[in-house]
């Protein structure tokens, strides 16, 4: 049931629904990739951006330095800063904290995208763009619900700040101590955090009360002094790239069974209770795989599949930098490659204790090779998973919010990516987290062609200006 202001507010938002994609544009546009030295003027530029909005809605805005980050090299490179921004500071009322980023993965057309991802382009009420779902309009959603009250000129029933990064999508560099540093001030009358950096499951809003971490790793082996021609030294010399593919190949079995020792084990059991939420949950597995576009998925059935994808952990490998992966023949051995791995983390595991085991494992597994090559691992991201109470006066405020906005119930759901300053946040400033998501289950995030649908935005906008009165009305601090 809609209440006059939630009418006047959701008019207001529909009848600026092209300012806001016109805002996402800008936003896309700025190829905002943190993985990529070679675009850091660009994230910089975009945390400009960022804080020149929040300033002009008379935000009490800062962009703070959190320091330099060490490059493969042993060179340094400054951070993109960090965007704090805070309206109103009533003591009277409730503080939440939103939290986002506004790095990107990276995306070229060549990879298979059908639009140019830094050029936002809306086909059929899809607005197609890098960053678009992950997570620029979910961050500008965020800032026209707040703007929304303002032009409305009603007050906002919370005190809201911002964080907003440029360095999560390679693990958010710089924040975990930005956020010790800052606890006991821009922390310290904060009394919840929100996070809208996923998606839903279905077409139905969900709430996610669960991240599962990742441990990011590089595997470099490393042999002759300079690459060498197949035909006149293959047959010769012990190649790196043999050798690496080898010790890849002991991470994971065919089945997905981790064959890394101590990994399995640390992995809490899933209860009887977690087993029937996922058999609550409604999802259609063929829908699911048809829209990977694969014939078959690793689990056949609904509640091993959820289970896998949120609450298991899994090895993925991403890439070998210094192999040949060019278009054409060419007849090379590598002299050095360095394989990228990572392994998404659950409770109870550690991401030091990983490091170790995987550290060892692959040691001991390449020892049996008696190669002459080197070979050198290290963890580049350890980022422990996260998890909520769903019994939460958080989370009844959630629920409470998309009724008003969707008329349904949400799922309760978990997401299997990482959200790496969650758990921080969590144990650093002791403050309840909800993660709200807005994007679709088929956005496409970190691949070709990804998107937010104008409803989701749209729709989401409204979602979060009924849960800044939701939250208003908790009446138990927990
Ligand atoms: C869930 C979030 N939108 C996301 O995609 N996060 C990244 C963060 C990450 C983890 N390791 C490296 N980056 C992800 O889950 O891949």
Redesign the pocket.
Known sequence: ELSELDSKLAQYVDSHQEEYVEALRDWVAVESDSSNVLKRSELNRMMEMVAQKLRQMGGTVELVDVGEQELPDGSTLALPKVATAQFGSDPNKRTVCVYGHVDVQPAKLEDGWATEPYNLTDINGNLYGRGAS??KAPVLAWIHAVAAYQALSMELPVNVKFLIEGM????SNGLDAMILAQRDTFFSDVDYIIIS??GWLSRRPALTYG?RG?C?FYAEVEGPKQDLHSGVYGGAVIEPMIDLIGILDTLISPSGKILIPGIREAVAPLSDEEWKMYQDIQFDMDNYRNKVGVSQLMYNNKVDLLAHLWRYPTVSIHGIEGAFSDPGTKTVIPAKVTAKF?IRQVPNMDPAAVKKQVTDYLHSVFAKRKSPNKLKVTMV?G?KPWLADTQHALYEAGKAAVKRVFQMDPDLIR?G????VARTFQDVTGKSIIMMPIGGFDDG??SQNEKISRYNYIEGTKLFIAYLNEVSQITIQV
């Open positions: 992950d997570n999560e999508e390679t693990g950096d996923c991240t990742n990011y990572s991201i980022a997401e990516g990482t959200i790496p995030l970190h």
